[in-house]
């Protein structure tokens, strides 16, 4: 009965921004690593930045310096803050978390995925 409900993603101009927001909900026990990861068409999916339980963060090379991961625990939730915009952002992004339920095991979660299009 997990679920991760994406939102914040569209269309803008190129040199703009979107803040992606993830919330997990369900029987959850915990969660340590979530991250976003996109996939644009022809492409194979990738990971664009991640975070840990206790906050350390991760980012694609490509991102580094435009994009920010944070989380709010309290809220199960995931965000993605995007600035500077480039075409090449252009992408279908997923949400993925480590969630564990009744047993010790983390099982990984993806959301629907939200359409990120970025424009000339």
């Known amino acids: 009965q997990v679920q991760l409900v994406e939102s914040g993603g569209g269309l803008v101009q190129a040199g703009g921004s979107l803040r992606l927001s993830c919330a997990a909900s369900?029987?959850?026990?915990?969660?340590?690593?979530m991250g976003w990861y996109r996939q644009a068409p022809g492409k194979q999916r990738e990971l664009v930045a991640d975070?840990?339980?206790?906050?350390?963060?991760k980012y694609a090379d490509s991102v580094k310096g435009r994009f920010t991961i944070s989380r709010d625990n309290a809220k199960n939730t995931v965000y993605l803050q995007m600035n500077s915009l480039k075409p090449e952002d252009t992408a279908v992004y997923y949400c993925?978390?480590?969630?564990?339920?009744?047993?010790?095991?983390?099982?990984?979660?993806w959301g629907q995925g939200t359409q990120v299009t970025v424009s000339s």
């Open positions: 369900g029987s959850i026990f915990s969660i340590n690593v």
């Open positions: 993925n978390a480590n969630i564990k339920k009744s047993s010790s095991i983390y099982y990984a979660y």
């Open positions: 975070i840990t339980s206790e906050d350390t963060t």
